[in-house]
């Protein structure tokens, strides 16, 4: 589903934002990226979604050399992708509806159809009693599940997600990352960069960890411990157990 291989990205002004990248998530893999910032997550789901390019090393997603993708091309690409932000980047100024739906008109679905997908969509994350609703009228909790429901809209078979908890509290966050497990109960594969490392030992899954644009841990043993993530963002030599 996602590969880099020997992937680095320096930005204009000199910054290596990523050094070397070699990593492999499999389809239907639930995958957690963290490190501190700065480190290159942001910069990974940039690459996988084409918001950037890479300077150097390929970028395969579900076979697809991004590469190769010319610019007319990228829409396409980015509709089998799902992406959610921290600051969900909602329009303010109309409804829970309408935002969720602006993925699929933007695809050209006809009416009917967009319809069905939106509301389908904001049942799975609890909201569709909120549809009329405009996203100021929202605790943060819900405009995040609002830009959840607009990501899963396509049903993409990949979602990308960063900082998705970063602005809300421990149990609120808790039900978002049970929101995401459900999605890849059914096959969707997921890659979620995150600085809450108390959160990540508790969800028992992947985890990726970025040191200055480096991957420096692949941390595939479900049952780590908490300990084995406080590291002072973890240097190349923290590996417990």
Excluded: W
């Excluded at 089998?80 to 309408?98: A, K, W, Y």
């Amino acid at each position: 589903m996602i590969q880099f291989a020997q992937v680095s990205k320096r930005y204009p002004n000199g910054q290596d934002a990523l050094r070397n990248v070699d990593l492999e998530i499999a389809s239907g893999e639930m995958a957690f990226l963290t490190g501190h910032s700065g480190a290159g997550k942001s910069t990974m789901l940039k690459l996988i979604c084409l918001m950037e390019r890479a300077t150097s090393g390929q970028v395969i997603i579900n076979g697809k050399n991004l590469n190769k993708v010319k610019r007319r091309k990228i829409p396409a690409v980015r509709r089998d992708i799902g992406m959610i932000f921290q600051d969900h980047r909602l329009l303010f100024d109309r409804s829970v509806f309408d935002n969720v739906a602006l993925p699929l008109m933007i695809a050209g679905y006809d009416h009917r159809e967009i319809g069905r997908r939106v509301r389908a969509a904001l049942d799975k994350v609890g909201l569709l009693s909120k549809e009329k609703n405009t996203p100021i009228m929202l605790s943060g909790g819900e405009q995040q599940r609002v830009g959840i429901a607009r990501a899963v809209v396509n049903k993409p078979p990949l979602l990308l997600a960063d900082e998705p908890t970063g602005n809300l509290d421990p149990e609120l966050s808790a039900e978002i990352m049970k929101l995401f497990e459900q999605f890849n109960q059914v096959g969707v594969s997921l890659l979620i960069a995150s600085h809450d490392l108390s959160l990540l030992a508790k969800m028992h899954y992947r985890t990726l960890v970025m040191k200055e644009g480096r991957l420096v841990q692949d941390q595939t043993d479900q049952m780590f411990e908490d300990e084995a993530l406080k590291v002072d963002t973890m240097s190349e030599t923290s590996d417990h157990e």
